[in-house]
């Protein structure tokens, strides 16, 4: 059996722990604010007061911190088909996928800014590729194998919310949620 970790191996994977969790909250706060381009490895080191070494150490590059950043979006996007693909009738499924999809927009709203106004993000991120299969998967989901052009159009409209809402970051979530929801439910009724 193996022993228990010591008090001290816990304190230094638990620092190891917050110290990638400031390095994500940093990087995405400069992504939103300055773009990815705009922005270094060793940016986020001054901002952190860290080296670049150390960010380095936790992140191998930029374009692994904002895969970090992007993962849990589309891991939401993935539990909504899941959850969507148990569902029996197509109006439970657009109403399951439609919440799940303005959940997510909300509680990665500095995310969608990011993804939103730095077009180049596609090329850097394998996720985008998986955000294209989730919309294939959500498309199926909704309208079956062989969607019309309408249904697809309409689906790719209700994706690309993530933009509005980058550009709203004015707006409470409070606010954003019924508009966001009356949208998604014009776009895909039930």
Known sequence: MTPAPSTEQLTRAEQARQTKENILGTALRLFAERGYDATSLQDIADEIGLTKAAVYYHYRSKSAILQALADP???????????????????????????????MLLA??????????????RGHMKAARTMDNQIAESLRLLFGEKPTIDQRLALHTAACLSEA??????????????????????????
């Open 108 to 121: 990665h709203r500095d995310m969608m800014r990011v993804l939103a106004n730095d077009p180049i993000m």
């Open 165 to 190: 809402v980058a550009a709203m970051p004015d707006v409470p979530d409070d606010e954003l949620r019924p508009a966001l929801d009356r949208a998604m439910r014009r776009l895909l009724p039930g």
């Open 73 to 103: 979006v589309y891991e939401v996007m993935s539990a909504a088909n899941r959850r969507a693909a148990g569902l029996r009738s197509r109006r439970q499924r657009v109403e399951a996928l439609v919440n799940d999809y303005i959940d």
